[in-house]
């Protein structure tokens, strides 16, 4: 999984770009670069030829990207701070690119997810199974299930260096252990500033897989940012993959859009749908 692109920082904001995902994601938008950033990311698009630049901007500054030419594919109300929205805009230099190709699989996918909208779910770990944060320590077993799901990621969530410096920052890792065996993980990357966390990187081994363990991550984690002041999660998760986006809908999530052919992900560019939830 070793093809990654390149972050960079301009003023305040940081930029993903590369070949592998074919885009230009600024991740971090900060308010007095938008004009700068809008022109930059602009220029690198088109010199390195890629097909589209993915932002998530605050709903005042929605104006400044449409008339750039982005389209609003996903909102999330509350994101800053409980009070303003969040837009996922695109803006595509290749208008193929924005053609859902799966739209039928897609569409599908969401109507069995909202037919489990809310559903109770158990929050008991198995006998002979515990939840735990992760450590340093854990990082290579974390590298290894990661490899084993994800043949491709956005991210190098496969090296166990990237793990351990990512939990010394705004990265929480939780884990479902079998003894010393991980059976599953996931994350959640804490805003404290804007009172968000993003809960991303749902993996289940192959031999644990059918027991609800991505819920009952999803649980531990709601539970432990609601103690730390935090009042949204959301995920930006595979469009096309049933289980995943059912467990969020039914762990009461909202659906928030869908972002076309986003991500390099599991082997190809898939479209991601964006899910929150006020906690």
């Avoid at 709903?59 to 800053?80: K, L």
């Avoid at 559903?119 to 770990?125: A, L, P």
């Avoid at 929480?172 to 990357?189: G, M, N």
């Avoid at 999660?233 to 969020?248: H, L």
């Amino acid at each position: 999984m070793k093809h990654c692109d390149v972050i960079v920082h301009r003023g305040d904001s940081v930029i993903q770009h590369g070949h592998f995902n074919n885009r230009v994601y600024i991740m971090k938008l900060a308010p007095a670069d938008i004009h700068d950033i809008i022109r930059y990311a602009d220029d690198l698009a088109r010199k390195e030829g890629y097909s589209k630049i993915f932002v998530k901007v605050p709903e005042s500054s929605v104006e400044i990207f449409a008339s750039d030419g982005y389209i609003s594919e996903a909102t999330v109300p509350s994101f800053y701070r409980g009070s303003e929205p969040a837009v996922f805009m695109g803006k595509y230099l290749e208008p193929k690119r924005k053609e859902i190709l799966d739209a039928t699989v897609t569409a599908s996918v969401l109507s069995d997810a909202f037919s489990h909208a809310g559903e109770r779910q158990t929050h008991t770990v198995p006998d002979g199974f515990s939840l735990t944060h992760a450590h340093a320590g854990d990082a290579d077993d974390i590298a290894i299930l990661f490899r084993t799901v994800f043949p491709t990621y956005p991210f190098p969530i496969d090296d166990p260096d990237y793990i351990r410096k990512t939990m010394q920052g705004s990265i929480r890792y939780f884990l479902i252990k079998k003894s010393h065996l991980l059976a599953a993980v996931a994350s959640c990357e804490i805003d404290t500033e804007n009172q968000n966390a993003e809960v991303t990187d749902f993996a289940t081994g192959p031999l644990f897989r059918g027991r609800g363990f991505a819920s009952l991550l999803l649980h531990a984690m709601e539970t432990e940012l609601k103690k730390g002041g935090i009042r949204l999660a959301y995920t930006i998760c595979r469009a096309g993959f049933r289980p995943i986006n059912t467990v969020f809908a039914g762990a009461g999530y909202e659906f928030g859009g869908t972002l076309p052919n986003n991500t390099n992900i599991c082997g190809s560019v898939e479209s991601m749908n964006v899910w929150y939830k006020n906690l």
